[in-house]
Structures are given as C-alpha cells and as structure tokens.
C-alpha cells in the first residue's frame, strides 16, 4: 500500500555561484527562465502539506540565489511545513538571514567544502567563498537558527574530517552530516579524482565512531560511508516512492533528484498535474515502488525491504539496467568488477570537472 | 534523567499535529518523531521552566497513575530526544 510523503526537496533552481565537481544536479540543466514562479512553488507547498508532507528542504543549486527566497519560506510555514535551508552560504547576508528569521525558517544545513580557504575554494570553484561562509556561520549563529554542517568528502579532502568535526562544534552546530560523496550527477565524471581509497573510507569510519563517542549529547554525528566500498547498498530516498519526492527547478516530480538519467521513465510536471495525483498514480513513482520489480538476486533476497535492492539510478549508471541490484551489493554478480573499479579510480589521477552552470534564456 | 532537571524544547524542535496521519509528531531538524500517548503528554508540558520532577509530579495527577511509574516510562524517550539533540536539559 503506498503511504503518504513525509519529506519534499523543493530544487527551487540550478543556479549556483560555486561549480562544485560532485554537484547532483543533472548534467543538462533546465534555463533559468524555466523556472516555476513564487505564487506556483506556494501552491507545491500547500498541495505538499495536503499530502502529508512535514519536511520541506529548500534545495538547489543555491536557493539563495532566488530573490523571493523569503516569500518562499514564508508561504511554506503557512502551508505547515517544517522548512529547513540548505545552502552554500553564498548570496546570504546578515539582513537577509534576519528576513529569513522572520518568516519563520526553522533550520539552516550549511555546506562545507573544505575546512580552509585553499581546500574549500579550490573543490568550490569559488574564490573567497570559504570566508563568506564563515560570515555567514557566525550570522546563523547570532541569530540562533539550529544548524546542520553538511561536510562532503571525498579523495581530496578526506583528511580534514577531523577539522571539520572540531568546526561543526566551534559553529554551535547541534548536527553533522559527514558525507563520503555519492557518484551520480557530476561526481561520475570526477570518479577518477574524487574516489577515496579503501583505508580513507575505512579511516572514516574510525573517526566517526570516535566522534559520537565523544561528542555524546553535544554533535549528533550522522554518516553516509563511501558506496563503492560498501557490502551492502543504501536504501535510497528510503525506498522509491515510500517516504519522498523531489521537485525539480521547472516543476517535473522526481523519485530523486537523480531519476531523470533513467531514460526510459517519464515524469510529470507540477504545472499540470496535481502533487497527489503524481505520488500515487504517476508510472516514474509506481515503477520501482516496493518489491514486485525485482529480479533476483533481490527477490529472493531477506534483505529486500531493509534496502530495496539500492539505488535505481546507480544501476543505471553503471550496469545500464535500471532494474538490476546495485552493484554495490555483495550479492550482485558485478559486484567484484566495482570494487575493481573503485580501486582503480581511486589510484588514477585527473583533473576536476567542475560543474558548469545552468544555460541562460536564449 | 534527574529530578531537578529542566527539560526543553530547543528553538527548531516543535509539537505539531498531523491531520493527515492524525497523530502527534515532534519535528525536528530532518526528523519527524511520532509520538504516542505518553510521549505527547510528556512533551506537551515541557516548557522550560518546571522541573522533570514537576512535570511529572503533574501527570501523575492528570492521569491518576504513579508519578514514579511515569518517570519510568518517559525516561528513556527523554534521553533518546536528548542524545539526537531534540531536547535540551539544564543543568
Ligand atoms: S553542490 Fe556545489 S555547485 Fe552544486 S548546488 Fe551545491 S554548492 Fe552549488
Ligand atoms: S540482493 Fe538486493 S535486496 Fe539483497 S542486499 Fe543486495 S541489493 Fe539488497
């Protein structure tokens, strides 16, 4: 039986000051003029909280990069929704934060790059930015807005996640996400400079574990550990079409925010259907909902509800069968031929491919 | 949980109802935490001045049950909220 939604990433647009080489925004990137207007997204957030949706991730590129930013939060607790910022920090000032604070924001998740200007700049593509958004951590703490520090790490900088744990407590953060970067969108193409060793991955762990020892109570330490290097795959967006969806900059509703490089699935648009009509009756949501799509080794797997056979999307990326296991899976015949692969691209070097940005109105 | 201890609901962590579900929930940072009869009773008189003690001296009453039988079985709950960083606690 399909439930409800409980959380909705709201893509307000692909915008974005920082180029980012793993940005999960997809590689053809809608035009700026696509974009669904403020009195629409208002509408998405009411029809959202009608269908049962509590969480409410304003989302990017860089949604600061909206101007009605503020309008947006604002319509979006009217609707009832818990709403929750996630940004780079660039385009925040001290005033605009103070805007956002009035209309009722509930809660900031910062992305961190790097944990000094040279690291931080370099993976960002943006010079100067690391030191904007300390500004802007210090504003978001003045102001007492509860914070998550994003951390996203990969071969180049994994070694600064002890530094970034420390940085997440001296912000006043009450959470971390430590986030071994996933390879879809841009990060595919920067696997041979981004994969993380096997001892980084394990490292990882270690400190991790550490971590939440220690910091108990204090920093709530939650981890996404490197996929390729994993036995078993993650349950992702908590299985297809059970707990979320995504709303893409020009209103298309996705399973994930990385469903439109499965080619053969059609979505649809908020400009022309209802939300609730999309969540329950659209084929994208209803191809790969529960268990009836698998093939084995899933559907004899004892496993399946707890993962739901991983990732589509990576399936298709690296299999080309969006209907497979996930490689990353023990029990996926390809299994050996990743882990290969991951160990490879992990002693390759290369350059970065940054992102570039979404195509201006012709 | 100590007696004297002053349980609080952080700014960002509210009670809300959900019509849709129609249940309590406390949400949070990333989180929705349903709640059930216990646990909205205990959050619903979190307020950041009385004591646990108190508030649990206060559903004791409400509820004609044994005050040490309702800190028993809030505890745990509080200290879950607490280790997610969903409720503070002074001192
Ligand atoms: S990942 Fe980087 S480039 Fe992509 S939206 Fe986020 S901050 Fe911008
Ligand atoms: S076989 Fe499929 S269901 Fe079982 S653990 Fe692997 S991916 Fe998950």
């Known amino acids: 039986m399909t439930v409800p939604p409980i959380a909705m990433l709201a893509e307000l647009t692909y915008r974005c000051p920082l180029s980012c080489p793993y940005c999960s925004n997809p590689i053809e990137m809608a035009q700026q003029d696509q974009e669904l207007e403020t009195a629409t997204w208002a509408d998405v957030f009411r029809q959202a909280a009608d269908l049962g949706v509590l969480q409410l991730h304003l989302s990017g590129g860089e949604p600061a990069s909206r101007r009605d930013l503020t309008e947006l939060v604002h319509a979006a607790r009217t609707a009832g929704l818990y709403t929750n910022l996630i940004t780079s920090g660039i385009g925040l000032s001290q005033k605009r934060l103070a805007e956002l604070d009035e209309a009722g924001l509930d809660h900031i998740q910062l992305s961190l790059q790097g944990t000094d200007a040279g690291m931080a700049d370099m993976i960002g593509g943006y010079r100067g930015g690391f030191d904007r958004k300390m500004k802007v951590a210090g504003w978001i703490a003045e102001i007492g807005f509860p914070l998550t520090l994003n951390a996203v790490l990969h071969r180049k900088n994994l070694h600064q996640l002890p530094r970034a744990i420390e940085m997440a407590v001296e912000m006043g953060a009450r959470r971390i996400e430590v986030a071994t970067v996933q390879f879809h969108g841009w990060a595919l193409q920067n696997r041979d400079a981004l994969m993380p060793t096997k001892e980084q991955a394990k490292e990882a762990t270690r400190i991790v574990a550490e971590a939440r020892v220690a910091l108990k109570g204090k920093l709530v330490i939650d981890y996404v550990p490197a996929d390729y290097h994993s036995d078993y795959p993650k349950r992702c967006m908590g299985g297809w079409g059970t707990t979320g969806l995504n709303v893409a900059p020009d209103g298309l509703v996705l399973p994930c925010h990385a469903a439109q490089s499965i080619p053969h699935l059609e979505f649809e648009s908020v400009r022309y259907r209802r939300l609730r009509d999309i969540w329950y009756d659209s084929a994208a949501f209803n191809a790969y909902r529960g268990t009836d799509w698998m093939a084995d080794p899933c559907k004899s797997c004892e496993r399946k509800t707890v993962d739901f056979g991983g990732c589509r999307c990576q399936a298709m990326a690296l299999l080309g069968d969006a209907n497979a296991t996930d490689p990353v899976c023990v029990k996926s015949p390809h299994h050996g031929r990743l882990q290969d692969q991951a160990a490879a691209h992990a002693s390759a070097e290369a350059e970065l491919v940054y992102r570039s940005a979404p195509a201006k109105a012709p | ?91």
């Open chain 2, 1 to 91: 949980m100590d007696p004297s201890s002053i349980p609080a609901l952080p700014r960002g962590v509210r009670l809300h109802f959900d019509k849709i579900r129609d249940t309590w929930v406390l949400l949070a940072p990333e989180r929705a935490v349903t709640l059930d009869a216990i646990g909205h009773a205990v959050l619903s008189e979190v307020d950041g001045r009385r004591s646990f003690a108190e508030i649990t001296a206060s559903l004791a009453e409400k509820y004609s049950a044994p005050q040490a039988q309702i800190a028993d079985d809030s505890e745990g709950f509080l200290t879950a909220l607490r280790n997610r960083r969903f409720l503070d606690v002074s001192p």
